[in-house]
C-alpha cells in the first residue's frame, strides 16, 4: 500500500537501506505548508515601524515586534519586577 502522506511515508522508509531518501523526507515534514506566519509578521512589522518611528533601534524594535507577536500571552507585575531585580545596578534602591 502506498503512503498517503509524508509522515506515512517516512513510518514506511527504512532508514538504513534508504538513507538518503530519508533524510529527504524528514526535510519535507519539516517545510511549511504556506507562508502566512511570515507575511504576518511582516504586515505586524509595517504596522509597528511607522514613520514617526523609523529611528529606533534593533533591541526596541525587536521587543515591540515581540510584544505584537505574542500579545495574548499574559504577563504580570510581579514575573517584570523579578525579571529586573536579577540585572545589576549602578544604583542601590533601597524601598
Given at each position: 500500500m502506498l503512503p498517503s502522506n509524508a509522515l506515512d511515508a517516512i513510518r514506511c522508509c527504512d532508514p538504513i537501506i534508504f538513507p538518503n531518501i530519508f533524510m529527504l523526507l524528514k526535510m519535507l515534514c519539516c517545510l511549511p505548508v504556506s507562508t502566512s506566519t511570515p507575511e504576518r509578521s511582516f504586515s505586524g512589522l509595517k504596522r509597528i515601524k511607522?514613520?514617526?518611528?523609523?529611528?529606533?533601534?534593533?533591541?526596541?524594535?525587536?521587543?515591540?515586534?515581540?510584544?505584537?507577536?505574542?500579545?495574548?500571552?499574559?504577563?504580570?507585575?510581579?514575573?517584570?519586577?523579578?525579571?529586573?531585580a536579577k540585572k545589576p545596578r549602578k544604583i542601590d534602591l533601597v524601598l
Open positions: 511607522t514613520y514617526l518611528r523609523n529611528s529606533m533601534k534593533e533591541d526596541r524594535l525587536n521587543g515591540s515586534v515581540l510584544l505584537s507577536y505574542y500579545r495574548n500571552v499574559v504577563i504580570t507585575p510581579d514575573e517584570v519586577l523579578n525579571e529586573m
